[in-house]
T-cell receptor
Framework: DVKVTQSSRYLVKRTGEKVFLECVQD?????MFWYRQDPGLGLRLIYF???????EKGDIPEGYSVSREKKERFSLILESASTNQTSMYLC????????????FGSGTRLTVV | GQNIDQPTEMTATEGAIVQINCTYQTSGFNGLFWYQQHAGEAPTFLSYNVLDGLEEKGRFSSFLSRSKGYSYLLLKELQMKDSASYLCAFRNTGGFKTIFGAGTRLFVKA
């Protein structure tokens, strides 16, 4: 069974901490994405990557960075966590130009206190 | 600009048919998706339309009209397990970015 695995289901961090969210896929997909999901706002794209070491800003990249050193792993970094970054974070992957959409991870619910 | 709209909530009865509408605006369109998301879980892919018309897959069908910027998801023979959020999303030309709506929460009652 193909999978996108996110390292943590729940995280609680303090304001100002550096936070790493990890995502690993075992499907040899080229594309990987980080979204955050907030009530009433839906999924908003933070960053995406279409190849190793490549990254592109999404719609809300401020306060975030990413790393893709290997094809299967895409990390989201909160440089200095703030309370407005409390959210559900979803990682997704897809083959290049595949019409079957994304495969999502189960999400990380991050609370910044 | 880019925009996508769908109703916030809908309620339907077990065994019935429900249609969830979605409208979108974009300058570059390259396909429309529907995803299902149960509470506390990840979204899962349901359907994809890139050409006008109806795509049927079991109890679920999805329709697209590109000229009207309109899609709907049709769920037949509703079951209690269909209670979930349904996310409409379109992909831009270039193929990398998918824009999601806020989702429609469907409640199926007995």
């Amino acid at each position: 069974d193909v999978k996108v695995t996110q390292s943590s289901r729940y995280l609680v961090k303090r304001t100002g901490e550096k936070v790493f969210l990890e995502c690993v896929q075992d499907m040899d997909h080229e594309n990987m994405f980080w979204y955050r999901q907030d009530p009433g706002l839906g999924l908003r794209l933070i960053y995406f990557s279409y190849d190793v070491k490549m990254k592109e800003k999404g719609d809300i990249p401020e306060g975030y960075s990413v790393s893709r050193e290997k094809k299967e792993r895409f990390s989201l970094i909160l440089e200095s966590a703030s309370t407005n970054q409390t959210s559900m974070y979803l990682c997704a992957s897809s083959p290049y130009r595949d019409p079957h959409g994304y495969t999502f991870g189960s999400g990380t619910r991050l609370t910044v206190v | 600009g880019q925009n996508i709209d769908q109703p916030t909530e809908m309620t339907a009865t077990e065994g019935a048919i429900v249609q969830i509408n979605c409208t979108y605006q974009t300058s570059g369109f390259n396909g429309l998706f529907w995803y299902q998301q149960h509470a506390g879980e990840a979204p899962t892919f349901l359907s994809y339309n890139v050409l006008d018309g109806l795509e049927e897959k079991g109890r679920f069908s999805s329709f697209l009209s590109r000229s009207k910027g309109y899609s709907y998801l049709l769920l037949k023979e509703l079951q209690m397990k269909d209670s979930a959020s349904y996310l409409c999303a379109f992909r831009n030309t270039g193929g990398f970015k998918t824009i999601f709506g806020a989702g429609t929460r469907l409640f199926v009652k007995a």
